[in-house]
């Protein structure tokens, strides 16, 4: 229970902040336009509590956290004074209504540049490609990967840290054909192409991870596996395991990776599995006591498979190599260039994504709404301040990017309009928008419905 209302204090923390800086855009510029503000309101719903500044505008918080608005004085919607006709946001010229709209989203993205520079200000580390295992009968077994090798580049694009290499991959994703890997051996300058043959490479996976796919594996030191939380209604709850167990073994197996733990539980279906489990006593004195629980994996369906599931989440604790980190320092000038340059990033990866899902190259159950969202809002929280401002610069980024989609409701509808009516000399007709309002609200509706279906279908 304590879990979930510190997963929920986050989620409302991080939306409350890039809902009131989006609102912000918007209130901001919109004064500077002379348009009066009536409203700017963090939630929807009844008021817990509010004030009024000396222009008369009522600042607020209301009772439901999903969202904000600002209302200004509109001849759209309602009768105004004549007083304040010349105040009204429908007064202003197409290029100044433009850019109070186009406000909101722009402050989540300066936001997000302004959290990244404060990251970078910290230095970067990235952990050089380096294999260290190639997954037995794997994609990239086949393709004549091996261990120790450097991914240099891929499709001509440098990779020098597994964060590019991931990037990189994305954008195969749904992809039939080659993709040309570029590779070298430790301590030799010859360089290596290694062609991958896919089709329609992840395209039905609801959570892709291209590199695991391939069958690559990182070189790293495994040290041991945590479990972070436990469904109380799975199996491995039933069975006595419980967050925080550290799991030694399975099946009388050392535990090496997460993929090994994962291959047995998911190819132990309905069949009892050994789990040996340390128990910490005291954080203090760090003392253990040893267990061993016999779980049985309950049958689910994932990807088109019949697996077993615990329901239990994983943690493992792993090192790498101090020769494979790869170290970059920042300046306080030379750390803005690098916060745009990764907010630019972050934005066209999402567009990808987006652009994926309509062309039908990503599964549509890749989609996540609040619950997921929630949920990564209380871990990275939990795992550390800067994960966890991390986090809200992408959902900034995120926020920014889907209100720019030109869909009646969000800001892009409305920019979309503004545009309309630059090309053709006069406002669209009242009649067309509201019916555009209707239909866009009915699509965000029902993407919502959804987004949170897939949510409360995921695996625990």
């Not at 910490?280 to 004195?285: A, F, G, I, M, V």
């Amino acid at each position: 229970m304590i879990d979930i209302l510190i997963t929920l204090f986050y989620f409302i923390v991080a939306l409350t902040v890039l809902v009131g800086i989006h609102e912000f855009g918007h209130f901001w510029v919109a004064r500077r336009c002379g348009v009066r503000v009536e409203q700017f309101s963090i939630g929807f719903g009844k008021p817990l509590f509010s004030w009024r500044d000396r222009h008369g505008t009522e600042f607020m918080f209301a009772t439901i956290p999903l969202g904000g608005y600002v209302k200004m004085v509109d001849e759209r919607v309602g009768n105004v004074k004549e007083e304040d006709i010349p105040n009204a946001f429908t007064s202003k010229s197409p290029l100044q209504r433009l850019a109070i709209i186009s406000a909101g989203p722009v402050a989540n993205f300066l936001l997000a540049i302004l959290i990244f520079w404060m990251v970078f200000l910290g230095g970067e580390r990235g952990v050089a490609p380096i294999i260290g295992e190639v997954e037995s009968k794997s994609i990239a077994e086949q393709a004549g990967f091996e261990s120790d090798m450097e991914i240099l580049e891929i499709d001509g694009s440098s990779t020098t840290t597994w964060r590019d290499v991931s990037q990189r991959l994305f954008d195969f994703i749904g992809y039939s054909g080659s993709i040309p890997f570029v590779v070298s051996y430790p301590d030799s300058a010859i360089r290596y192409e290694i062609p991958v043959e896919v089709r329609n490479w992840l395209a039905s996976s609801e959570s892709p991870v291209p590199i695991r796919d391939l069958g690559l594996m990182p070189a790293v030191i495994f040290e041991s596996l945590i479990i972070s939380a436990v469904d109380e209604s799975g199996a491995g709850y039933e069975a006595g395991l419980r967050a925080n167990y550290q799991l030694v073994s399975v099946n009388n197996q050392i535990i090496k990776s997460v993929d090994q733990f994962i291959q047995v539980v998911s190819a132990s279906a309905g069949r009892a599995v050994a789990l040996d489990v340390q128990i910490k006593l005291d954080d203090e004195t760090n003392k253990f006591v040893e267990d061993q629980i016999i779980a049985i994996p309950r049958s689910v369906i994932r990807d088109g498979k019949q697996v077993g599931q615990l329901g239990i989440q994983l943690r493992p604790l792993v090192t790498y190599p101090e020769s494979m980190y790869r170290d970059v320092d920042y300046t306080v000038i030379s750390a803005f260039p690098r916060a745009i340059e990764e907010t630019a990033a972050t934005s066209l990866q999402i567009v990808k994504s987006i652009g994926k899902l309509l062309m039908g190259d990503l599964s549509p159950k890749t989609l996540s709404g609040p619950i997921t969202i929630a949920k990564v809002a209380g871990d990275t929280a939990r795992s550390g301040f800067d994960n966890f401002i991390r986090f809200i610069a992408i959902l900034s980024i995120m926020l920014g990017v889907m209100n720019l989609l030109p869909i009646p409701v969000l800001d892009g509808g409305h920019i979309a309009y503004i545009i309309l009516e630059m090309l053709k000399g006069s406002p669209v007709s009242e009649s067309v928008q509201i019916a555009g309002y209707k239909i866009g609200f009915a699509m965000l509706m029902g993407l919502m419905f959804y987004a949170t279906f897939n949510d409360l279908m995921r695996p625990f």
